[in-house]
Nanobody, 121 residues
Framework: QVQLVESGGGLVQAGGSLRLSCAASGSIFSINTMDWYRQAPGKQRELVASITREGSTNYADSVKGRFTISRDNAKNTVYLQMNSLKPEDTAVYYC???????????????WGQGTQVTVSS
């Protein structure tokens, strides 16, 4: 199994910054894409940003130019640098990884427990 643990959430004023981290551990053979999703109260979970093992990135239009996703493959860790935060960025942020636990295993999706980000106006 693969465990994902997020950290770095908290309360910040509008215009401020936060950096989220998500470390993967456990029986890991390889990790392909790692993503950040978020879910605000009463809304569906949405993709914020994704990054492939090779470093190709993709962002939601709402965060382009403000958020940066990066990863350290040696540490099986993905980061989300969030700048110029807005109240509408308030949500629980979840890390997701697409990974294999052995060379012969199927690729599975793993989720973290989430970390709360609250942006005050």
């Amino acid at each position: 199994q693969v465990q994902l643990v997020e950290s770095g959430g908290g309360l910040v004023q509008a215009g401020g910054s936060l950096r989220l981290s998500c470390a993967a551990s456990g029986s890991i053979f390889s990790i392909n894409t790692m993503d950040w999703y978020r879910q605000a109260p009463g809304k569906q979970r949405e993709l914020v940003a994704s990054i492939t093992r090779e470093g190709s990135t993709n962002y939601a239009d709402s965060v382009k130019g403000r958020f940066t996703i990066s990863r350290d493959n040696a540490k099986n860790t993905v980061y989300l640098q969030m700048n110029s935060l807005k109240p509408e960025d308030t949500a629980v942020y979840y890390c997701r990884a697409i990974a294999k636990i052995s060379i012969g295993s199927v690729t599975r999706i793993y989720w973290g427990q989430g970390t709360q980000v609250t942006v005050s106006s």
